[in-house]
């Protein structure tokens, strides 16, 4: 078991920047995939975001170019630094870690982002 905390979510204005944090119950190291994942009301939970225990990355295509992963195996923290934030960006975002047998959910953390 792991449990998963995010933080660092708020009100921002279009164009500007917030960071998200998720800390980790446990060592992340054994995480095969770390991903951070958002839901807009009436949507479905969509990835924005992965990072593998390589370090290698992945975007979704609405986020390329303004959001970027990264994890801290040692403080056990995954981040999400999101610049020129816009409307749309608006949702719930949830940290997500597959340690490929099994998967674990934080609990959310809103972004809103006023036009």
């Known amino acids: 078991q792991v449990q998963l905390v995010e933080s660092g979510g708020g009100l921002v204005q279009a164009g500007g920047s917030l960071r998200l944090s998720c800390a980790a119950s446990r060592s992340i190291f054994s995480i095969v995939v770390m991903g951070w994942y958002r839901q807009a009301p009436g949507k479905q939970r969509e990835l924005v975001a992965s990072?593998?225990?390589?370090?290698?990355?992945n975007y979704a295509d609405s986020v390329k170019g303004r959001f970027t992963i990264s994890k801290d195996n040692a403080q056990k923290m995954a981040y999400l630094q999101m610049n020129s934030l816009k409307p749309e960006d608006t949702a719930v975002y949830y940290c997500?870690?597959?340690?490929?047998?099994?998967?674990?959910w934080g609990q959310g953390t809103q972004v809103t982002v006023s036009s």
């Open positions: 997500n870690a597959d340690f490929g047998v099994d998967g674990y």
């Open positions: 990072i593998t225990d390589g370090g290698r990355t």
